[in-house]
């Protein structure tokens, strides 16, 4: 027994050397460039962004549609998951983020669009690495954005779009505008935003301002739903919105926490203050339906949890807590104007708020992290320049918004001329889900 105890302490002295040596073999290649608590962390991140999609946005604008829609902006969210995965596994990750052109010195084009040496992941193995995780991974975790950007789109044009021209234009729309955009402001140095300097930590350019701007001209040339807007069109399921906002929020982690590719301090301060910007712009939203209507509607505080969620992606990176909270009251009063009183003055037909709530929403962040960046707003850009900066992040905002509002109108006329765009009056008013589907979300 005196032996046992006379032991003890040079057992519990070695154990961390044991434990590092065996129970976690994986640091064992970190002088190699790996790094396993990154990898964990992104592995969980890319799980929480797919979840976004499927089933949080399926959900969310689900609940919103009539009765007779359900089933398609379900099956639209699914099938796009599908679709869209194997469009970025042939081409869309080597356009976005392959760099051998810019390697060969090819100077213009490569600033705009990557090149073909990752056209079906070629050269990446389980052993390739993107910095201190393995590129598959990398891989996977962008394939998750590149999916759920287009998905946004969907509730512009629900309940009243073909299902042949949702998959023509996703697919098309995601090589053509969403490839270039993530290239020039995530493609690393040589991409056109990157070498500016624009702030974009996790998709307030490259994901809601495309997104959005699309999604405005998608429902403007679609056209509007039949009877709007004289004719009451309230969502038939709040609960489904609700559960689906609830996922989307948490979603949310793996989306910005996750875009510092790293378990560090970085991901951390992204976490928290997404969390703050949701829940000031839900209180925000909530308190101006208050005064305006006497009630507060769990409509508007789930639409306004969503709209501090996509204004504070592009700034998660840059700005600290009072950034969050600064960013949050603003989106939920400026996303809630622009998705009231904007769209009944201009008369589209936005059905879900897409270009609202996400597209200004996206423009509204992108713009303040220049602002609210700087380190005397509680940001950790020592020495930024606040005035330069707010230059480079409209520059790069406008710029992503004229693009993607030509491109998509391009994209939709060839569309309409292939295949057509709306579907009909009769099959909207007998409802997609038996329309196109010839299935019911529901049997009463």
């Known amino acids: 027994m005196s032996r046992v105890k ?21 640091r064992a290649s970190a002088a190699d460039g790996f790094d396993g608590a990154n990898t964990a962390w992104i592995l969980t991140s890319t799980a929480l962004v797919l979840f976004m ?19 398609s902006v379900l099956m639209q969210c699914l099938a796009l998951t599908a679709l869209l995965s194997l469009v970025w596994l042939v081409v869309g990750y080597s356009l976005a983020f392959d760099t051998t052109g810019m390697a060969a010195g090819q100077g213009g084009r490569a600033a705009f669009i990557g090149g073909f040496g990752r056209v079906m992941l070629a050269g ?22 590149a999916v759920i950007t287009p998905a946004l789109i969907l509730g512009a044009f629900a309940e009243r779009m073909k299902f042949s021209a949702v998959l023509l234009f996703s697919a098309l729309w995601l090589v053509v505008v969403y490839a270039p955009i993530c290239h020039m402001t995530w493609g690393g140095a040589g991409g056109h935003f990157a070498d500016l300097g624009v ?84 209180m925000t ?46 989106s939920g009063f400026i996303c809630y104007q622009a998705s009231t009183a904007l769209k009944h003055k201009l008369g589209y037909d936005d059905s879900l708020d897409v270009f609202g709530v996400h597209g200004v929403g996206g423009f509204v962040g992108t713009i303040l992290a220049g602002l609210f960046g700087a380190t005397a707003f509680g940001g950790n850009q020592e020495g ?56 019911r979300g529901y049997n009463l």
Request: charged share 10%; with cysteine.
């Open 6 to 26: 006379a032991s003890l302490p040079a057992l519990l002295t070695s154990l961390p050397v044991l434990l590092a040596t065996t129970a976690f073999p994986l």
């Open 285 to 330: 939203w909530m308190a101006i339906e208050w005064t305006k209507h006497s009630k507060p509607s769990v409509l508007g505080l789930a639409t306004g949890a969503v709209a501090g969620l996509a204004a504070v992606t592009p700034a998660a990176g840059v700005v600290g807590p009072v950034g969050g909270l600064s960013i949050g009251i603003a």
């Open 384 to 439: 930024l320049a606040i005035g330069a900066q707010l230059g480079k992040q409209l520059y790069a905002a406008l710029v992503t918004a004229a693009w993607s509002a030509v491109a998509s109108w391009i994209l939709l006329k060839g569309i309409d001329a292939a295949v057509g765009l709306h579907v009909g009056e009769e099959a909207e008013s007998q409802g997609l889900d038996l329309a196109l589907h010839d299935e």
């Open 124 to 145: 990446v193995t389980a052993d390739t690495l993107f910095g201190s995780i393995p590129e598959i991974l990398f891989f996977s975790f962008q394939c998750t954005f």
């Open 199 to 282: 702030f974009d930590f996790a998709g307030g350019i490259v994901v809601h301002i495309t997104a959005g701007v699309a999604a405005l001209v998608a429902c403007i040339m679609v056209g509007p739903r039949r009877g709007y807007p004289k004719t009451a069109m309230p969502p038939h399921n709040l609960t489904m919105c609700v559960t689906g906002t609830g996922m989307l929020w948490v979603g949310w982690y793996g989306f910005n926490g996750g875009s510092a590719l790293a378990a560090n301090g970085n991901a951390a301060m992204a976490i928290t203050v997404t969390h703050i910007s949701a829940s000031a712009a839900a």
């Open 53 to 71: 999609t499927i089933p949080g946005l399926a959900l969310f604008y689900g609940g919103l549609v009539r009765t007779k829609n359900v089933l």
